[in-house]
């Protein structure tokens, strides 16, 4: 055997290479198909928003009193997506209202209280995208009897 002839034989690393390039691509395409199928594509763009938020309870007005979430920093919030909750089942109405569609800084989001309801109550604040919910804030407030 002579050694000038084994280094220079290259005949089975064309296939080789082949072999490897062809598993990379394979593996590759499974993992994009299969992220697809699984819908895990669907749930990359849904993240939380990152604002600020202070709330108030309004003066009666009709003997009703709101609760009020003002938007005071941070990324704007789609106004469908934001709902208000408590400890307890306080509210009068099924659902919060907005100023506006998108809420940016200064803009709002109220929702009427039970006259019947005095005490402190803890209210959240709270974001839905699809099957994903985060609690944007939480304030507890003094309801006036």
Do not use: C
């Not at 395409?29 to 990152?50: H, S």
């Not at 909750?85 to 929702?111: H, N, P």
Request: aromatic share 6%.
């Amino acid at each position: 055997m002579q050694l000038k002839e084994f280094i220079g034989d290259r005949e089975a690393v064309s296939p080789v290479i082949g072999v490897i390039l062809m598993v990379a691509i394979t593996v590759i395409l499974a993992a994009v198909i299969g992220t697809f199928v699984l819908g895990l594509g669907d749930q990359v763009g849904d993240t939380a928003p990152n604002a600020n938020w202070d709330a108030e309870i309004d003066e009666p007005a009709n003997g009703e009193y709101n609760v009020t979430f003002s938007h005071t920093g941070g990324d704007s919030v789609d106004a469908e997506t934001l709902s208000i909750e408590a400890d307890d089942d306080v509210f009068s109405g099924d659902d919060a209202y907005a100023s506006v569609e998108v809420l940016s800084a200064g803009d709002s989001i109220t929702r009427e209280i039970d006259d019947g309801e005095d005490g402190e109550i803890t209210f959240n604040l709270i974001w839905e995208s699809g099957d994903q919910s985060t609690i944007l804030d939480t304030e507890t407030l003094d309801v006036p009897e």
